[in-house]
């Protein structure tokens, strides 16, 4: 199908390897933040969320960092595996405002 | 988890024509959004589709060019009207769910103008 990547950053990693996906978000006061997975083809699919009162919050295999004073999320996939291939996006929210806003994305590449 | 469904998937469509995206969930859900995603470029949201009023637009996206409708908690569409080339995008639904925040989109709809 059409890849929704073929602008995006590319980050390549060998299969096993640990990836690290960033994000920068745009307003100081959102205070909800989800990391989506996004395969060919597909619709955007929930990984893991962290509230604004957390900095850390551990998933299965993944971890999401929160650093309010830059501004800045990032994504952790430990031993990452070729079904971990996909374009991965941040969004962030303001939680009583029910409105969702993604950053621009980046596309991990698993090498086998 | 909601499961929403699409339809059309994709479609073909000439310029100036308009097309209309159905989205149906399988619950009742209070929030439904529509997003668009540019080929290679992340998702913007369009529009809340609010049930028995009118849609609330984002900057940038008029009723006009996207008439929304949301006839009840389950069924919204979305219409892009007179379309160019430029419309060409892959338009998703959205659902908030109420008890955990959690936003699910459906497949989306893969429109291409030519």
């Known amino acids: 199908g059409e890849s929704v990547g073929l602008h995006l950053p590319t980050l390549s990693v060998q299969e096993g390897d640990n990836s690290i996906i960033n994000c920068a978000y745009s307003?100081?006061?959102?205070?909800?933040f989800i990391w989506y997975k996004q395969e060919s083809g597909k619709g955007p699919q929930f990984i893991i969320d962290i509230r604004s009162n957390m900095d850390k919050r551990q998933g299965q295999r993944v971890t999401v960092l929160l650093n309010k004073t830059v501004k800045h999320l990032s994504l952790q996939i430990a031993a990452t595996q070729p079904g971990d291939s996909a374009v991965y996006f941040c969004?962030?929210?303001?939680?009583?405002?029910?409105?969702?806003?993604f950053g621009s994305g980046t596309k991990l590449n698993v090498k086998p | 988890s909601a499961v929403i469904s699409q339809k059309p998937s994709r479609d073909i469509c000439q310029r100036g024509t308009s097309l209309t995206i159905q989205c149906q969930v399988d619950s009742q859900v209070t929030m439904m959004f529509w997003y668009r995603q540019q080929p290679g470029q992340s998702l913007t949201l369009i529009a809340t589709?609010?049930?028995?009023?009118?849609?609330?637009?984002e900057s940038g996206f008029v009723i006009d060019k996207f008439p929304i409708s949301r006839p009840n908690l389950t069924f919204s569409t979305l219409t892009v009207s007179n379309m160019s080339p430029e419309d060409s995008s892959i338009y998703l639904c959205?659902?908030?769910?109420?008890?955990?925040?959690?936003?699910?989109f459906g497949e989306g709809s893969r429109l291409t103008v030519l």
């Open positions: 959205s659902v908030l769910s109420g008890s955990t925040g959690e936003l699910f």
């Open positions: 969004a962030e929210t303001l939680y009583n405002f029910n409105k969702f806003y």
């Open positions: 589709a609010n049930q028995g009023s009118e849609a609330t637009y």
């Open positions: 307003n100081s006061a959102s205070d909800y």
